[in-house]
């Protein structure tokens, strides 16, 4: 049955190469319900996340200035991250940099890009290279700390950085207990 319907999607992913915009949305969006078959929930299967990249790069190819494009190029990237081709995730995740610079989540690509060097690849120096740039382009931007403390933090395991945090504790608290005792005497 699952074949059945990737043929099915294949064939309309194929027959929309010359549609319009409507038709090729629809088929972008049957490749996504099928995709994401289960209430919202994410079910891999390769043939199905194959059948979805080809529908949001045919868009795009198809409809480069369209504004749907951004976010279906940002939709491809994580598909590619989620099947484990982490070089295709970086770079197609830079590409929507570049086609798209205005696109709201174009600090978030740059963010995902240092996540998987970092995470995925355990590329330290270039993850390092993609936080700095991030605080540099976006200082203001909401992910901004994250991002920062993803950079303090590069090359530490978790236990690493609970074991700071807990010394960063214990020296604000000794801190702190001289001056409470100072105040209790007043």
Same mark, same amino acid.
């Given at each position: 049955?699952?074949?059945?319907?990737?043929?099915?999607?294949?064939?309309?992913?194929?027959?929309?190469?010359?549609?319009?915009?409507?038709?090729?949305?629809?088929?972008?969006?049957?490749?996504?319900?099928?995709?994401?078959?289960?209430?919202?929930?994410?079910?891999?299967?390769?043939?199905?996340?194959?059948?979805?990249?080809?529908?949001?790069?045919?868009?795009?190819?198809?409809?480069?200035?369209?504004?749907?494009?951004?976010?279906?190029?940002?939709?491809?990237?994580?598909?590619?991250?989620?099947?484990?081709?982490?070089?295709?995730?970086?770079?197609?995740?830079?590409?929507?940099?570049?086609?798209?610079?205005?696109?709201?989540?174009?600090?978030?690509?740059?963010?995902?890009?240092?996540?998987?060097?970092?995470?995925?690849?355990?590329?330290?120096?270039?993850?390092?290279?993609?936080? %700095?740039?991030?605080?540099? &382009?976006?200082? *203001?931007?909401? $992910? /901004?700390?994250? !991002?920062?403390? #993803?950079?303090?933090?590069?090359?530490?395991?978790?236990?690493?950085?609970?074991? %700071?945090?807990?010394?960063? &504790?214990?020296? *604000?608290?000794? $801190? /702190?207990?001289? !001056?409470?005792? #100072?105040?209790?005497?007043?």
């Amino acid at each position: 049955m699952k074949y059945i319907i990737a043929l099915t999607l294949s064939a309309l992913l194929f027959a929309s190469c010359g549609a319009n915009r409507e038709e090729a949305l629809q088929t972008v969006k049957t490749a996504e319900d099928n995709l994401y078959a289960k209430e919202g929930a994410f079910m891999f299967n390769d043939s199905l996340a194959n059948i979805t990249l080809d529908a949001y790069l045919e868009f795009v190819k198809q409809f480069p200035k369209d504004s749907a494009s951004p976010e279906y190029l940002f939709k491809a990237a994580d598909l590619y991250r989620a099947k484990q081709d982490f070089p295709t995730a970086i770079s197609t995740f830079d590409r929507v940099g570049k086609e798209y610079p205005d696109y709201a989540k174009v600090p978030q690509t740059v963010f995902l890009q240092g996540f998987i060097y970092e995470n995925d690849l355990k590329d330290l120096p270039k993850a390092k290279e993609r936080y %700095e740039y991030f605080i540099q &382009q976006y200082p *203001q931007h909401q $992910l /901004a700390r994250d !991002v920062q403390f #993803s950079l303090n933090n590069l090359g530490k395991t978790p236990e690493q950085i609970i074991e %700071e945090f807990q010394q960063m &504790q214990a020296a *604000q608290d000794s $801190l /702190a207990a001289p !001056v409470a005792d #100072s105040t209790a005497k007043q």
